[in-house]
Nanobody, 119 residues
């Protein structure tokens, strides 16, 4: 099993920045892909960004150019650097991990961290 713990969420003004972190523990050697999803109230959970062990990335069009996914394999940690935040970025952000080679990792989930962007 793999456990994921997110941190770094909070309240930020529109145009501001936040950095989310997700630390993996347990059978981390089995992880291939890691990623971030988000879910706004009343909406489905959608992929924000994902990265495989060999560096293949997928970033949602809605955040491209503003968000960056960074993986530190030495620390079994993945980060989401979020810049130029907008009110529509408000959501609960979930970290995910998967033993498969996929740009839609969804086997393991963190508990989520709230990001609120205020205008």
């Amino acid at each position: 099993q793999v456990q994921l713990v997110e941190s770094g969420g909070g309240l930020v003004l529109s145009g501001g920045s936040l950095r989310l972190s997700c630390a993996a523990s347990g059978r981390t050697f089995s992880i291939n892909a890691m990623g971030w999803y988000r879910q706004a109230p009343g909406k489905q959970r959608n992929l924000v960004a994902a990265i495989t062990r060999d560096g293949q990335e997928k970033v949602a069009d809605s955040v491209k150019g503003r968000f960056t996914i960074i993986r530190d394999s030495t620390k079994d940690t993945v980060y989401l650097e979020m810049n130029s935040l907008k009110s529509e970025d408000t959501a609960v952000y979930y970290c995910s991990a998967d033993p498969r080679y996929t740009i839609n990792p969804n086997r393991y989930w963190g508990q989520g961290t709230q990001v609120t962007v205020s205008s």
